[in-house]
């Protein structure tokens, strides 16, 4: 194990306050994992961890060294950090001790495989991290075969997507493609593209979602584009009963699965 870092202005400490920026995230392919669950999803998904800092005095339990063992038998580095410098690179307000700096995965469409009957979720231009994590962490309870973002506004590897997602990031497979991209690839795949907008008449409830279905949601303020609208084979409405004339997207985004889910459980 390497001497621990307590010095605020170590170069290490220096990269992993860089990696909260895209621009760093992309030039480096690598990304930030804070939290003990994030990281336990991580690990168990093999995620290519590089290094692992840990404070000890930051510690919530008891599983912390194991799960240290654990990063250092996959090849991660495993370096103590002092509080004051802990703190410096966390981006929670109360910091569990465990930060991981992992290379980013493929997200190609070409590197996907789907099982009969598959379920989708597919997300255009969401742009806040904190929806696009709650979507993954709702998709992965839903069962769902990929998760297609499109159109990106959000980096998938924001840290505040991880930890939104509760590390469910690497629990369900995902993919980054352009809306003209998403839309051939689904019709190669032959599976049926459900569009959700407040704009049409038939109910959610009132499809049959028990094939090879993508749901497809749009972003917090415009919803989906003209492409999508038109590409999709349906266009389905969750009803509102009182004023509001549309549900966050996250929020619509697991009312439209769990029906899905429901329609699928028989």
Known sequence: MTESIVSLQNPRIKSLVRLRRRRERDQTNRFLIEGYRELRRGIDRQVELEAVYF????????????????????????VPVGRAAFEKVSYRDRPEGLLGVARQFKTDLTALGLPAN?????????????NLGTMLRTADAAGVAVV?????????FNPNVVRASLGCLFTVPLAIASTSEAISWLRAMEVKTLATTPDTDKILWESDMTGAVALVVGSEQYGLSTDWLEGADERLRIPMQGEADSLNAAMAAGVALFEAVRQRSG
């Open 118 to 130: 598959p379920l989708l979720l597919v997300v255009e231009s969401i742009e806040k991290p904190g």
């Open 148 to 156: 297609m973002v499109t159109d990106p506004t959000t980096d998938p």
């Open 55 to 78: 404070c000890e005095e930051l510690f919530l339990g008891d599983n912390e060294p194991d799960l240290l063992n654990d990063a250092q038998r996959s090849g991660a580095e495993v």
